[in-house]
């Protein structure tokens, strides 16, 4: 039988490049799900090449268009923030790729796993905001998250018949961004831009101002701590600026793993919907003779803080990784729109921390006040 997928987000980079993989694999998938925000045009597209069952346009004032273009073809249409979290406990669906970004992620992602679905996850935020809760959560249900990130699918393939071994520690890498290299002079004057121009992956804006600034690489290390059950200091970060090792693991003999590839998003996509299975692709072949160099470096955590208060907010636990990444957000979203230079972001970032509550061991609850309050502080901070 084919698996039933979910795309929450599906108009993203991520969602995209999930039908892509979904198009090429007719006979292994079908559409049952497709969600977006406000890009309605696209959804309406989509809908109608993938003919799902139901869609969900989570902003309202666009219900209207959507639902006169897709309800002749007996196309389920909903509206608002509500019906993302009511359609993915329909039993319809097998698994559900949540593609949303930031923090919006987490209370569709506990739903559906609350309900039993399977989790590919592509919204890192949802386990560094509430980790504890969610894996949790997931264990009691018996549900499965693979993760989508190609560091974390990097790993999730390095531990494949490993999992009764040990993990002395793993090694996230990172390409370093476009400003690799560069001192605090020349960040002080970078723009919008310049930070959206990833040297080797096409991603969506608030990822790609987050792998400039290095905190998409933090947010990794607290998202693989939850994944892999690991420590802090089991966890550490090596610049790799070709992009072709995704990571590696290291066992307790000493051994190490990597998993190695062009850098493209549809590989770990695919991995993640046909678990156990690899399935067939015509994606293009990483050639040793292409890359005669292979170069590693130690982050600098001098000009690029983010990833130090990663580590900092990880080590403190609590509701601070949700401080962390409330802030983050709120940061990005003014930089994107010019309100912030690119140094300030680890600045008010570092304030939030300092000044919001903390709390040792928050419910679900807190983890909502929590991101409410703190946006508010950053806000009032810039």
């Known amino acids: 039988m084919k698996k039933r997928i979910a795309i929450l987000g599906s108009t993203g980079s991520i969602g995209t490049q999930a039908l892509e993989v979904i198009r090429l694999h007719p006979d292994e998938f079908a559409v049952q799900v497709l969600t977006a925000h406000n890009n309605a045009d ?11 069952d139901s869609v969900v346009i989570s902003n309202e004032k666009y219900y209207s268009a959507v639902f006169d273009a897709l309800n002749p073809l007996d196309i389920k249409v909903f509206a608002g923030e509500n019906s993302l979290w009511q359609i993915v406990e329909n039993d319809a ?53 693979f993760p989508v990130d190609s560091e974390h699918s990097a790993i999730f393939q390095c531990l494949a018949g490993e999992f009764h071994n040990p993990v002395e520690k793993i090694y996230l890498t990172a390409s370093g961004g476009p400003f690799r290299g560069k001192n605090r002079e020349f960040l002080a004057k970078v723009t919008k831009e310049a930070a959206l121009k990833h040297p080797n992956w096409t991603m969506g804006c608030k990822v790609t ?35 072709i090792i995704h990571s590696l693991v290291q066992f307790k003999d000493g051994a190490l793993k990597a998993q190695m590839g062009l850098p493209d998003m549809k590989l770990p996509i695919m991995y993640a919907l046909s678990y156990p299975n690899r399935l067939k692709s015509d994606f293009q072949r990483f050639n040793f003779v292409d890359f005669p160099e292979l170069t590693f470096e130690k982050p600098d955590l001098e000009n690029f803080r983010n990833l130090s208060l990663a580590y900092e907010a990880l080590k403190q636990g609590g509701n601070m990784p949700c401080i962390l990444n409330a802030a983050n957000e709120v940061v990005v979203n003014a930089f994107l729109h010019d309100k912030i230079g690119f140094l300030q972001m680890p600045d008010v970032i570092e304030k939030c921390m300092q000044s919001a509550f903390f709390i040792q061991k928050p419910t679900l609850d807190d983890y909502f006040l929590t991101d409410r309050e703190v946006r508010s502080m950053a806000n009032n901070i810039l």
């Open 42 to 52: 696209l959804l309406i597209g989509q809908a109608k090449k993938f003919m799902p």
């Open 93 to 145: 669906i097998d698994l559900v790729l949540m593609a949303l970004v930031g923090f919006a992620g987490l209370k569709p992602t506990l739903k559906a796993i609350e309900a039993g679905r399977q989790i590919a996850l592509a919204n890192k935020e949802t386990l560094v905001v509430a980790g504890e809760i969610v894996t949790q959560t997931a264990r009691e249900k018996g549900v499965n998250i």
């Open 209 to 243: 101002i987050d792998s400039a600034s290095l905190m998409n690489k933090g947010l990794e290390v607290i998202e693989a701590r939850w994944l892999f059950g690991l420590k802090p200091e089991q966890i550490d970060i090596i610049v790799h600026p070709q992009s």
